[in-house]
């Protein structure tokens, strides 16, 4: 028992330093972001199953181990002015807000990636299947990164998400990935 703690805990420390390898990945003409290596598009089978909303986003990308770690780039064409990313971050905080059973916030600001301004929500959402329509009715917990950005008054939206439980291993690559944002 003794040796196989240690073996465990040798290849987790093993694993925590390891340095995640980055792809420079194109999403269309106008949008590239760095994933971590391995992750793959999403098939439009995988995209209808996993995004409920009226539009598919642009691109979806997973880990290709489990596929419970995504990341989705969308663009919404509302018509935002620049200067109104406040108002637009209220109005999001409060659509995430109303998605979900509970959301806890942990990060909530603006950050300038290149000559862009995003609103970035970091948070954790509950989601509880009261109505019995799952089979097992299974309360589902996620940690959710998005960047919200006004380019060319259209919304750009990025968003990575995990299971909470891997949010202490993910949550700085999802910094990483939706930071490494290049519109051309």
């Keep these: 028992m003794i040796r196989f703690a240690t073996a465990f805990l040798t290849i987790f420390i093993f694993m925590g330093f390891q340095q995640m390898k980055y792809v420079k990945t194109k999403v269309n003409d106008s949008i590239t972001l760095s994933l971590p290596e391995g992750f793959r598009l999403l098939e439009k089978a995988e995209i209808d199953r996993k995004y409920v909303a009226a539009k598919a986003p642009l691109a979806a990308f997973t880990d290709a181990m489990s596929g ?3 990341i989705g780039v969308n663009v919404a064409f509302s018509q935002w002015n620049p200067e109104d990313l ?3 971050k209220s109005f999001y905080k409060s659509n995430i807000m109303g998605l979900y059973d509970e959301v806890r916030f942990i990060t909530e600001e603006v950050v300038q990636i290149d000559d862009e301004k995003y609103a970035v929500f970091e948070f954790v959402s509950v989601v509880r299947d009261e109505e019995g329509t799952s089979f097992d009715q299974a309360t589902t ?3 959710t990164r998005i960047h919200y950005g006004i380019i060319n008054r259209k919304t750009l ?3 990575f998400t995990c299971p909470v439980s891997q949010q202490n ?3 700085p690559v999802a910094r990483h990935v ?3 944002v290049k519109i051309k």
């Design 157 to 159: 939206l990025l968003n």
């Design 141 to 143: 917990s996620k940690y």
């Design 178 to 180: 939706l930071e490494s």
């Design 169 to 171: 291993m993910w949550a």
């Design 68 to 70: 419970t770690v995504d």
């Design 86 to 88: 406040e108002i637009m």
